[in-house]
């Protein structure tokens, strides 16, 4: 996991969060995504994932933060979901844990 802290780009202040692992590097694909960013000419901040669109991010106070865990739980989800899509799911370590349970790959 890395963290990038709040920075400064060309079009306003952003901040990412990104998860990767080595099945998932060896592939060559992007990592699972949080990227909060405040563009110049925004309104207001956004969030969104690697793979997937963009959501309102109107966050003020600790419970408002708190209150979006869903969204960022979703858009986490999302992007898992659509990078697994991009290789296959043998990518993400623990679908391979049971590896040697007796399942077949369909049950698995």
Do not use: C, K
């Not at 920075?7 to 694909?29: K, N």
């Not at 309102?56 to 858009?75: H, K």
């Amino acid at each position: 996991m890395t963290a990038t802290g709040v920075q400064r780009g060309t079009d306003g202040v952003f901040a990412a969060w990104r998860l990767s692992w080595a099945e998932q590097r060896e592939t060559g694909i992007q990592p699972i995504t949080l990227l909060a960013h405040y563009g110049a000419g925004f309104h207001h901040p956004h969030v969104r994932g690697a793979t997937v669109g963009e959501w309102p991010l109107n966050v003020f106070t600790d419970e408002q933060a708190a209150a979006e865990v869903p969204t960022l739980r979703a858009i986490v989800t999302a992007d898992l979901h659509n990078l697994v899509l991009q290789r296959d799911f043998r990518i993400v370590p623990a679908t391979m844990a049971g590896a040697g349970s007796g399942l077949s790959e369909v049950e698995a």
